[in-house]
């Protein structure tokens, strides 16, 4: 099954790269053992091939990335203090144990009493 995974609102688009800002989810699927709670400061640089067909990327909108290409892995670069220092980290990581199956299902609206 392929799906889409939204990663965070897009700040730059280059020939090669997008930068996103995200949020503590996804920096948390690089760093599990580290807390962080500073949302909208952390920047990670993608490869445009792994951004969804579906749902081309436009600067101020969600980024949404194709979960076989994200799967395969790949690197890129996370900056998250947001002051330019970038590290290299393995795209796989952000589909890494996701199982679209088992979302919450959806509310069902009650029947009112007779």
């Known amino acids: 099954m392929n799906y889409d995974v939204a990663i965070g609102k897009c700040i730059a688009i280059s020939g090669t790269s997008i930068d996103v800002h995200v949020d ?8 599990p053992d ?4 500073r949302a909208g400061l952390s920047v990670l640089r ?3 091939r792994v951004v969804s067909a579906k749902r081309p990327p436009a600067v101020g ?11 395969k892995g790949g690197n890129a670069q996370l900056d998250l203090e947001g002051d330019g ?4 980290v393995d795209l796989k990581a952000i589909v ?3 199982d679209p ?4 299902p959806a509310a069902t609206k ?5």
Not at 24 to 31: A, E, G, Q, T, Y
């Open 24 to 31: 503590s989810s996804i920096i948390s699927r690089f760093m």
């Open 34 to 37: 580290r807390p962080w709670r």
């Open 46 to 48: 993608i490869p445009s």
């Open 61 to 71: 909108d969600e980024v949404f990335l194709d979960h076989h290409a994200l799967a």
């Open 85 to 88: 220092q970038f590290a290299q």
């Open 96 to 98: 890494q144990d996701m």
């Open 101 to 104: 199956a088992s979302s919450a």
């Open 110 to 114: 009650s029947k009112p009493w007779r």
